[in-house]
């Protein structure tokens, strides 16, 4: 299924994308799209139950918002350095355990609401990332295929940084990654059935048209399912956590001098293989 939220920010209603591509209201069955529903399998039958019997009406997507796919997130939990070609091209080595940070829940917005650039940022940056989204309680698991078996689904995120706050200015990585607006997130919720295969995605992220980022989940330094048992040994995950896997070769970071980081009016598109397609215009804080 295609779970997503829409509506104007903070007053989303819970819908569903049909095979057809007709958006379908959910809020008759649920309250909302979180962790909650995630974790309840008779509630998720029976979307797709009434889904399948043609029972959900019709919502008209002119002019509607589409707001992050998932409301109530507990924590984000970010693997930053975590592709081949991305290490490569950064001149890092790669790390033999999965680099972590997080993110605030308060830096998610919907796919295609502005993205502010922050007072005083030179290095505002791209990464688009495959975003694993938690549907079962997951502690000290023992194995990757556990690790998959607690994914309730998957979404587009945009891991926006701002490359001098994160690596210039001290401390940890957090500063050049919680600024407002920073997790664009969705369209979709995809529930973990439609994609039988998440090392088998690719990722793509264009700037003012032009494509800067094309790579695949093939080339993860830790897999999808390992991350999930990896971060599970250091903290508990609760249904409606999120997981940002990490983004391919192509950030601005990565490039020759002078480097294009982001400015006010840029636009960046991005999308993964089966999970939708997101559109940000770019402004200044």
Known sequence: MKLLRVGTAGRERPALLDPDGT???????????????????????????AAEAGDLPALDAAGLRTGPPLARIGKIVCIGLNYHDHARETGAE???????????????????????????????????????????????LESAEEGLAHVAGYAVAHDVSEREFQIERGGTWDKGKNCETFNPLGPWLVTADEVPDPQDLSLRLWVNGELKQDGTTAEQIFPVGE????????????????????????????????KPYLRAGDVVELEVTGLGRQRQVFAQA
């Open 23 to 49: 958006l379908r209201d959910l809020s008759g069955l649920v309250a909302d799209i979180d962790g909650t529903l995630l974790a309840d399998e008779d509630a998720l039958g029976r979307i797709r139950s």
């Open 94 to 140: 790669p790390p033999a355990e999965p680099v972590v940070f997080f993110k605030a829940p308060d830096t998610v917005v919907g796919p295609d609401d502005t993205v502010l650039i922050p007072r005083g940022s030179v290095k505002t940056d791209w990464e688009v990332e495959l975003a694993v989204v938690i549907g079962r309680t997951a502690r000290y």
């Open 227 to 258: 991350v999930v048992r990896y971060v599970s040994r250091f903290m508990t995950l609760y249904p409606g956590d999120v997981l940002n896997t990490g983004t391919p070769a192509g950030v601005a970071m990565g490039r020759p001098e002078p």
